[in-house]
């Protein structure tokens, strides 16, 4: 299937320059005034903890925001009763917006320098998310006529688009490295996993200090230092964590011949689909040397009781090895330590603790096992 546009499909602001604000932002917006009365919110991206930063009411067509950040951060403005938002970058500057009621994420910033960074990163964004569209409804066509031979020259041919849309993405970062936006452009395509730790530290490298020290500088710096640490061929980092009734359990406490790193949560519909083949070859080869130690994410605000949750699914899947958890979603250390992105992850460690092989799922996780303990 078509791959979902991984760049910032939601760029798609426009900006030029006003003056400095340097006490603190504020903001003017005009929209259509049949939204009079309704609450426009500008809220953090921290999935783990969603905080509205500053709200204001639409009065005759006008809204006003005033307040002041620490640093430069990737916000997203929301309006009472419309679906979605718009990403924005907050800056202590005095700008505009002229809100679109019917597309929020076409709305024009004017007179901040970061969302006019914005801008170009629209442009080629832009175009993959065109070409994501009309390439996704020929995918689905070829599928529905069983012709795989068009499904692979279109998944080949987005792909090929995907790639020089990237290296596009590199050369705008690297030009504008004093922009807190580059940073974000360039977290999520480690995020995505769009570029490679080499090519990403080069641009890292390249950035000013006060970019580096933002939050997505400082994200960017762990997670290049956790893929490095990460790599195959290398020895996996240490951990520890609590196990359900509370002990720290470290990684080097239960390695066997042969060692699995299982992130999963019990949110997770892919890993719990995936559990049944881990019992399988842990019961097949827990007697050969092999041990596993399961690391949850669970954790997400959107579970009552994460623990609960946590401990139900160990007990439903039969899941028999360690387990530990921090319950921080994908806040937890491990996961950051690790440069965790999605679940299911697996990492396979031989008995010296270095990483062997990475990712593996169903047969190829019990073939890789039997390769090694047979």
């Known amino acids: 299937m078509i791959k979902k546009l991984t760049l910032l499909s939601f760029i798609i602001l426009l900006a030029s320059c006003q003056e400095s604000n340097t006490d603190g932002y504020a903001i003017t917006g005009s929209i259509d005034k049949s939204l009079d009365g309704k609450v426009i919110k500008i809220q953090n991206t921290d999935m783990n903890n969603p905080t509205v930063v500053d709200s204001s009411i639409v009065k005759d067509g006008q809204v006003t925001f005033k307040g002041s950040v620490p640093s430069t951060d990737l916000f997203v403005i929301s309006i009472e009763g419309m679906q979605g938002g718009m990403p924005i970058m907050l800056e202590n500057e005095t700008f505009s917006i002229e809100f679109y009621k019917d597309s929020l994420q076409a709305s024009i910033v004017t007179g901040s320098k970061e969302n006019d960074v914005f801008q170009e990163f629209r442009d080629i964004s832009d175009e993959v998310r065109k070409k994501n569209e009309t390439m996704g409804q020929e995918f689905m066509a070829a599928r529905t006529a069983g012709d795989s031979v068009k499904m692979t020259s279109i998944q080949t041919e987005f792909q090929q688009l995907v790639d020089a849309a990237n290296k596009e993405n590199a050369a705008a970062i690297k030009k504008h490295n004093d922009a807190v936006t580059s940073a974000a452009i360039l977290e999520n395509l480690l995020n995505t996993k769009n570029i490679e730790a080499e090519k990403a530290t080069e641009l890292y490298d390249n950035f000013t200090e006060t970019v580096k020290n933002s939050r997505m500088g400082e994200n960017i710096s762990g997670m290049i230092t956790a893929s490095k640490n990460t790599n195959i061929g290398s020895v ?87 387990q530990v958890s921090n319950l921080d979603f994908f806040n937890d250390p491990i996961a950051k330590l690790y440069n965790i992105q999605a679940i299911p992850a697996t990492f396979i460690l031989d008995s010296e603790g270095k990483i062997i092989a990475k990712d593996l799922r169903g047969p190829a996780l019990e073939a890789k096992i039997k390769e090694l303990l047979d």
């Open 236 to 322: 996996a980092p240490n951990f520890s964590a609590p196990n359900p009734e509370g002990k720290m359990v470290s990684l080097n406490d239960i390695k066997g011949k042969i060692t699995i790193i299982d992130f999963w949560a019990a949110w997770c519909a892919p890993c719990r689909r995936e559990n049944p083949n881990v019992v399988k070859v842990y019961e097949k080869y827990h007697e050969k040397g092999l041990e596993i130690i399961g690391v949850s994410l669970d954790g997400t605000p959107r579970q009552t009781d994460a623990k609960d949750e946590w401990l139900t699914a160990i007990e439903k899947d039969g899941l028999t090895w360690h």
